[in-house]
């Protein structure tokens, strides 16, 4: 299940990536108001179910951004 999961990251961190770029312009004051908002947020839902019954920590976009940040 868990070579399942990884085969997300990639897309993850492509629709992460761009998600970033939007909401670093500034030009948004909700993350839903980002265009690429709604793939991300489901691509995340998608591998949460498998997190979830995998007992792993569930991923959020806050919790994506403040860990990106912490590296940049």
Same mark, same amino acid.
């Given at each position: 299940?868990?070579?399942?999961? @990884?085969? !997300?990251?990639?897309?993850?961190?492509?629709?992460? $990536?761009? !998600? /970033? @770029?939007? &909401?670093? $312009? /500034?030009?948004?004051? /909700?993350? #839903?108001?980002?265009? %690429?908002?709604? =793939? *991300?947020? =489901?691509?995340? /839902? %998608?591998? #949460?179910? *498998?997190?979830?019954?995998?007992? &792993?920590? *569930?991923? =959020?976009?806050? #919790?994506? *951004?403040? @860990?990106? #940040?912490? !590296?940049?």
């Amino acid at each position: 299940m868990d070579h399942l999961i @990884e085969q !997300f990251d990639a897309f993850i961190e492509f629709d992460l $990536s761009c !998600f /970033k @770029e939007e &909401w670093d $312009s /500034k030009k948004y004051k /909700k993350f #839903n108001e980002c265009p %690429s908002f709604i =793939t *991300l947020s =489901t691509t995340i /839902k %998608s591998v #949460n179910i *498998l997190r979830k019954y995998m007992k &792993w920590e *569930l991923l =959020t976009i806050k #919790n994506m *951004l403040l @860990e990106k #940040n912490k !590296f940049n």
